[in-house]
């Protein structure tokens, strides 16, 4: 059998520390202020790409970070109990779904993705992570090793939202509305 060619490539991770975080919501406010157009002209937590589950009374603060699109829900949902306390029904899970707002643009329903903050000049680290003051949040990188042809490319942010419109709609009537918008330029 051939040999596999193996590269490496970079992780980035970031530890969340539910332990330290305080529910103040700053790593919202950040993230939806450098993803606006342009950068830092507006700030809606709606749009962020992390989200904080805050429940004082259960004595929970949760930051759970927005992950990749599903078009379907899943068969079953899942509740948890975690040292005795009570996690609402997909608490936990990243995916913009249908079945909830969770990371979705609040006027278009478009997901919503955390992109690690990358963006050019880059940063040194996701903005998230440097506004949050308690340290619940930590970035690190971590070289890894892969197989070459196992290695997608990923999609880009503006092929999952066509993707998420075409799910919604139908090819036929987002190829109708591009045309028609392409003609008014
Ligand atoms: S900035 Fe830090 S402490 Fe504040 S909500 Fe976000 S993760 Fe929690
Ligand atoms: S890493 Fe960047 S894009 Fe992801 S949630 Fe944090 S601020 Fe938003």
Known sequence: MPEKTKKTKIIKRIHVDADKCNGCRACEMICSA???????STNNPARARIRVITDPLRDI????YAGEYTPAECMGRNTYT?????????????A???SR?????????????????ESVPE??????????????LTYE???????????????????????????RFGMDKVLETVARLAKKD
């Open 101 to 117: 707002a969770d990371f979705k643009e609040p006027d278009s329903g478009l997901p919503l993705k955390c992109d690690m903050c």
């Open 61 to 64: 603060y949760l930051p759970v």
């Open 34 to 40: 450098f993803h606006a157009s342009p950068k830092y």
């Open 123 to 136: 940063v040194d680290e996701p903005l998230c992570v440097k506004w949050c003051l308690v340290d619940a």
């Open 82 to 94: 975690l040292e005795g306390k009570f996690y609402d029904e997909c608490a936990f899970c990243r």
């Open 141 to 167: 990188e971590v070289e890894v090793e892969v197989d070459e042809a196992e290695e997608e490319p990923r999609p880009e942010e503006v092929e999952l939202g066509l993707e998420s419109l075409v799910d």
């Open 96 to 98: 913009a779904c249908p």
